[in-house]
């Protein structure tokens, strides 16, 4: 079953149960406007090769479409619209006047130049340009994308348009109009939901006893690292593409950062750069730490990490889910049953978006804020998200999933109605 069927089939359940009419269920399940394109970017070399590009509006009922782009090579139509759908759900969820979409590129951005990359970036808004806007639908960073190529983005939309609108993208640089805590907004936003769900849970440990193993340590998975080895939890394993870490009396996430950035990978020399003791902490893959007995894994990669070929070794108590769909479906049905605590994407990493809202607060009036002030105001709003999301788990006795798209879904059920 593919990342698009999967999402379809959580919103035809949670759609049954919150009773939402046949009608409005078709609509959800159909994008509003799929847009593919093709951006024609002249190489170093003198050639002129074309990338493959969409964007996905899959809902406005609440407020413009609201959604990041990624440049990653396996990046396909059928995972764009999933993406699209889950961004309704998740602005939904966090209670944004937003709407859900998404875009992406087919493309290895680390295997192009600069001035490429720039070529490409600006390509992309002059493609889509007529179907965005600061009140219609404001792109944000992805995977493979980040604050120079949104800077990118907003300067063409500029040049095109032929006044400098802001608010038209978030996730720009702070010199561009962007936010203080926009970078570390998603992984805070983690942060803030574990901490609201340990304080409901039946865990009774103390941060400093609970084991922690973060998958992925890119800009989301190296923020809640780091965010969570500040206030006392005990990380034991981190791992990226190229292999993981695992020591168990903790690792220093600060150490592991300045060794990522002096090295560029987590590999068997960063053991020595980051370990406690005399012997180096154990350097093993990224697969094998998804099943480490820990009390709280973090899947914060790509979606389908835990499959059914894998499932039955997963060992942790809590799963938080700071990828999109890191949990297949036979996966999450698996572990739901056994007792697992999943703490779903769409609920788990919404301070990314809710990060964006600020963003497109500040920049719609031209006032901003401190970092401190940002994310004390997403502090906010994610636990005003996870105290509905969970009256919801009461009173339909169901799993974190399904109360978040219950949840979600019925607000934009009612929009629409």
Not at 107 to 115: C, E, G, N, Y
Not at 171 to 181: A, C, D, I
Not at 207 to 227: C, S, Y
């Amino acid at each position: 079953m593919s990342f698009f069927e999967n999402t379809q089939k959580l919103i035809d359940e949670a759609a049954k149960l919150a009773e939402v009419p046949g009608d409005i269920l078709m609509r959800l399940q159909t994008p509003n406007n799929v847009l593919l394109f093709e951006i024609p970017v002249r190489m170093d070399d003198g050639s002129e090769k074309k990338f493959q590009g969409w964007r996905v509006q899959h809902n406005n009922a609440l407020g413009p479409y609201k959604g990041g782009i990624r440049f990653h090579p396996d990046s396909t139509l059928d995972e764009v619209k999933a993406l699209a759908s889950l961004m309704t759900w998740k602005t939904s969820l966090m209670n944004l006047p937003y709407g859900g979409a998404k875009g992406a590129v087919a493309v290895d951005p680390k295997k192009l130049s600069a001035r490429e990359l720039e070529e490409l970036s600006r390509g992309y808004v002059r493609a889509i340009w007529k179907e965005i806007g600061a009140e219609k639908d404001i792109p944000a960073p992805d995977v493979g994308t980040h604050a120079q190529i949104l800077d990118w983005m907003a300067d063409e939309y500029t040049h095109i348009v032929g006044h400098w609108t802001p608010a038209a993208f978030t996730g720009k640089s702070p010199e561009k109009g962007g936010s203080y805590g926009r970078e570390v907004a998603t992984g805070f936003g983690g942060y803030v939901m574990l901490r609201e769900y340990l304080t409901h849970a039946e865990i009774k440990k103390k941060e400093n006893e609970l084991t922690v193993a973060v998958q992925g340590f890119g800009n989301v998975g190296a923020h809640i690292a780091r965010i969570l080895f500040e206030k006392g939890y005990k990380v034991v394993a981190i791992s990226d593409s190229k292999g993981a870490l695992y020591e168990e009396g903790g690792i220093d996430i600060r150490k592991v950062l300045q060794a990522k950035e002096e090295r560029g990978v987590i590999d068997r020399e960063t053991c020595y750069a980051v370990s406690y003791h005399e012997m180096p902490c154990r350097h093993f893959t990224n697969e094998e730490l998804l099943t480490l007995p820990v009390d709280v894994l973090i899947p914060a990669a790509l979606e389908s990490q835990i499959t059914g070929g894998n499932m039955e070794e997963i060992q942790a108590r809590v799963i938080l889910e700071m990828a999109n769909g890191p949990i297949t479906p036979d996966a999450d049905a698996f572990l739901t049953e056994r007792g697992v605590e999943i703490v779903p994407d769409i609920l788990a990493n919404g301070g990314g978006v809710v990060g964006s809202y600020f963003e497109w607060v500040q920049s719609q009036s031209q006032n901003y804020w401190t970092e401190e002030e940002v994310l004390k105001r997403i502090d906010q709003k994610m636990t005003e998200a996870f105290d509905l999301t969970s009256a919801v788990k009461n009173k339909y006795t169901t799993s974190w999933r399904l109360a978040s798209y219950i949840r979600a879904i019925t607000r934009v059920a009612d929009a629409m109605k």
